[in-house]
């Protein structure tokens, strides 16, 4: 059983930059691939960003390549998503989740998700 916690949300203005964090306790972290998804009001939860076990490998969708940056801490059992040059559009709950296997871009492939922190970029 994983257990994981998102902070780093907030409100910023277009162009800014947010660095989301999530913690994770029960099991450590590196025997899971981690993601990043969002969902924004009246949407989907759609993927954003995932990471292999040994952050050798990022995987992004193709609205934020370029600008977010994944990344991992296996002793600390952390994960980040470093979001830079914001945009109104990127306005969502994010979650981190993470699952076993191979590289997935579904939501459904993954088994433990945090609470979501918010995060709201103005014009």
């Known amino acids: 059983q994983v257990q994981l916690v998102e902070s780093g949300g907030g409100l910023v203005q277009a162009g800014g930059s947010l660095r989301l964090s999530c913690a994770a306790s029960?099991?450590?972290?590196?025997?899971?691939?981690m993601g990043w998804f969002r969902q924004a009001p009246g949407k989907e939860r759609d993927f954003v960003a995932a990471i292999s076990l040994s952050a050798a490998t990022p995987y992004y969708a193709d609205s934020v390549k370029g600008r977010f940056t994944i990344s991992r801490d296996n002793a600390s059992s952390t994960g980040y998503l470093q979001m830079n040059s914001l945009k109104p559009e990127d306005t969502a709950v994010y979650y981190c989740?993470?699952?076993?296997?191979?590289?997935?871009?579904?939501?459904?492939?993954?088994?433990?998700w945090g609470q979501g922190t918010q995060v709201t970029v103005s014009s």
């Open positions: 989740a993470a699952k076993s296997g191979y590289f997935g871009d579904d939501p459904a492939e993954y088994k433990y």
């Open positions: 029960g099991r450590t972290l590196n025997r899971y691939r």
